[in-house]
């Protein structure tokens, strides 16, 4: 086949695979039809046939293509980093800002978690795992680099608990009915609810959050201002964390700070679009301290506040936190006051 002939063929695969992504999205895999398909892409139906025997292989091609942008957003932001804990909590923020950038194609990938596989031996569907066994070696390779280097468990088997984490994380993803409703029964967003998901997923693989590991290092050491501002904008732009007033901000660091430390108790003093104050009574990164027999020392004191700085500024320029009382220090619990600069 000439060259000229084989674009021609790319070219018109191309269309056929947009026009199933498109329709995917707006009808459900279930309601979509081959015909719908070369009517949308305007060939003729036996046209389609010759590039895809039956609708189980076109879909099996379409979620290729998406898997495999996913991957390279993937791997783009896990180069980013050096650790391996930090390359595994980059997988899942590559995952949230391709969802976020791409609302089509992730609604289309979100219906394809529905397809079933009744040929594994078709090419199309072959080629299709490979693209998801990529991803999960990926996550595997940072969990052995992230043990390796002493800050994910050592009895942690990398491939299991990458396909168990892939699969754990796109369901928060892709809510069900199900999970839709029992939410909002409980007042929770879905915002809330990935939040407490991705700390699960990191806690259950890490030996101390991922703020411990900063407050490990001695100050001298610990990222730029530039690196921890760029990382926490890329999370929370993924995430679309509004920071508009002290309260939006708020929220948006005690969702950020679930994430990067794990879970945290607190009581709200003052509430007001100007000015907040929070009375944190349980710090992650203070028990786990604790837990190890570690004494929090200069680099966790003025570390942790310096974090926190970073974080509220990065999200909002005109305001800055202040701390009153640390756990840290000797105090009973962490004042923190939000507010106009």
């Given at each position: 086949?000439s060259?000229r002939?084989?674009?021609?063929?790319?070219?018109?695969?191309?269309?056929?695979?947009?026009?199933?992504?498109?329709?995917?999205?707006?009808?459900?895999?279930?309601?979509?039809?081959?015909?719908q398909?070369?009517?949308?892409?305007d060939?003729?139906?036996g046209?389609?046939?010759?590039?895809?025997?039956?609708?189980e292989?076109?879909?099996?091609?379409?979620?290729?293509?998406l898997?495999?942008?996913?991957?390279?957003?993937?791997k783009?932001?896990?180069?980013?980093?050096?650790?391996?804990?930090?390359k595994?909590?980059?997988?899942g923020?590559?995952?949230?800002e391709?969802?976020?950038k791409?609302?089509?194609?992730?609604?289309?990938?979100?219906?394809?978690?529905?397809?079933?596989?009744?040929?594994?031996?078709d090419?199309?569907v072959?080629?299709?795992?490979?693209?998801?066994?990529?991803?999960?070696?990926?996550?595997?390779?940072?969990?052995?680099?992230?043990?390796?280097?002493?800050d994910i468990?050592?009895?942690?088997?990398?491939?299991?608990?990458?396909?168990?984490?892939?699969m754990?994380?796109?369901?928060?993803?892709?809510?069900?009915?199900?999970q839709?409703?029992v939410?909002?029964?409980?007042?929770?967003?879905?915002?809330?609810?990935?939040?407490?998901?991705?700390?699960?997923?990191?806690?259950?693989?890490?030996?101390?959050?991922?703020?411990?590991?900063?407050?490990?290092?001695?100050?001298?050491?610990?990222?730029?201002?530039?690196?921890i501002?760029?990382?926490i904008?890329?999370?929370?732009d993924?995430?679309?964390?509004?920071?508009?007033?002290?309260?939006?901000?708020?929220?948006?660091?005690?969702?950020l700070?679930?994430?990067?430390?794990?879970g945290?108790?607190?009581?709200?003093?003052?509430?007001?679009?100007?000015?907040v104050i929070?009375?944190?009574?349980?710090?992650?990164a203070?028990?786990?301290?604790?837990?190890?027999?570690a004494t929090?020392?200069?680099?966790?004191i003025e570390?942790?506040?310096r974090?926190?700085?970073?974080l509220?500024?990065?999200?909002n320029s005109?305001?800055?936190?202040?701390?009153?009382?640390?756990?840290?220090?000797?105090?009973?619990?962490?004042e923190?006051?939000?507010?106009?600069?």
């Amino acid at each position: 086949m000439s060259k000229r002939m084989e674009r021609k063929k790319e070219e018109k695969k191309k269309v056929i695979l947009d026009a199933a992504e498109e329709l995917i999205a707006k009808k459900s895999i279930i309601y979509m039809t081959m015909d719908q398909v070369a009517k949308e892409a305007d060939v003729a139906k036996g046209t389609l046939y010759l590039y895809f025997k039956n609708k189980e292989s076109l879909c099996a091609a379409v979620n290729t293509r998406l898997n495999r942008e996913i991957n390279c957003c993937i791997k783009e932001k896990m180069d980013l980093y050096a650790t391996g804990s930090e390359k595994t909590l980059a997988v899942g923020t590559a995952i949230i800002e391709y969802s976020i950038k791409n609302p089509q194609k992730w609604k289309t990938a979100t219906e394809l978690y529905q397809m079933s596989i009744d040929n594994p031996e078709d090419p199309n569907v072959q080629e299709f795992m490979g693209e998801v066994n990529k991803m999960v070696h990926m996550l595997a390779a940072a969990y052995r680099q992230g043990i390796s280097e002493g800050d994910i468990r050592k009895d942690v088997d990398p491939v299991p608990t990458a396909i168990y984490n892939r699969m754990a994380f796109s369901n928060v993803l892709a809510l069900t009915s199900e999970q839709s409703m029992v939410l909002k029964l409980n007042d929770i967003s879905q915002k809330r609810y990935l939040s407490v998901a991705w700390n699960l997923i990191n806690r259950s693989t890490h030996i101390k959050p991922s703020l411990r590991e900063e407050s490990d290092k001695s100050l001298e050491y610990h990222r730029s201002e530039e690196d921890i501002g760029k990382e926490i904008k890329t999370m929370a732009d993924s995430m679309g964390l509004q920071a508009e007033d002290a309260v939006q901000i708020r929220d948006a660091w005690l969702t950020l700070t679930r994430i990067i430390m794990g879970g945290v108790e607190h009581e709200t003093i003052e509430n007001t679009s100007n000015r907040v104050i929070e009375n944190v009574t349980l710090c992650p990164a203070f028990n786990s301290h604790k837990e190890t027999g570690a004494t929090p020392d200069k680099n966790m004191i003025e570390g942790c506040p310096r974090y926190c700085t970073i974080l509220v500024e990065t999200l909002n320029s005109k305001y800055a936190p202040r701390f009153t009382k640390k756990m840290c220090a000797g105090d009973d619990f962490c004042e923190v006051i939000i507010e106009l600069k």
